[in-house]
């Protein structure tokens, strides 16, 4: 029983193993061998002691310890997407803005961030459509737009 710190390149396949549901779509997804994916599961699998993957006729079954390994994967794969987009030059307006909305936003957006970029060129703007609510707090995208109703009470609401 090893039980050494796991590697991120490990961890990054544990995470696209989870997503893909197999160890064949994993592979493809990252541009490994179906082998090469099972090897660094082995790995990982070895460096903390226990199982984590469990290969089924249906695809891969997870022991807990992996869903919680996931997590950690998935946090930490949302800070560096958040550092990568937070790095800028000298400009105030160097960087990288990530919006989510849904698609009946995305003409005005486009246009805006038109503008915005004729303005200011060292802005990147990453526009997602979708229709989930993003996690602000963990940089899924620094601007969550959304539709709905407003009730008379709320402070968004006009008449």
Not at 55 to 67: D, F, H, Y
Not at 76 to 82: D, H, T, V
Not at 132 to 144: K, M, P, T, W
């Amino acid at each position: 029983m090893e039980n050494k710190t796991p590697a991120w390149d490990d961890l990054r396949v544990l995470l696209e193993v989870h997503r893909a549901g197999s160890f064949l779509a994993a592979g493809l997804r990252l541009g490994l061998s179906t082998s090469t994916v099972a090897r660094r599961i082995g790995a990982l699998e070895k460096d903390l002691g226990r199982p984590l993957v469990h290969r089924t006729s249906q695809g891969v079954w997870l022991e807990k310890e992996a869903l919680e390994l996931i997590a950690l994967a998935e946090h930490f794969e949302q800070a560096l997407r958040a550092h990568r987009r937070d790095e800028g030059g000298s400009s105030p307006y160097a960087g990288r803005i990530r919006i989510s909305l849904p698609d009946g936003f995305l003409t005005g957006a486009a246009e805006a961030a038109t503008r915005f970029r004729r303005l200011h060129p060292e802005t990147l703007i990453e526009v997602i459509s979708e229709l989930r609510f993003v996690d602000l707090s963990s940089r899924e995208a620094d601007i969550g737009v959304r539709g709905g109703r407003c009730s008379s009470t709320s402070p968004w609401a006009t008449s």
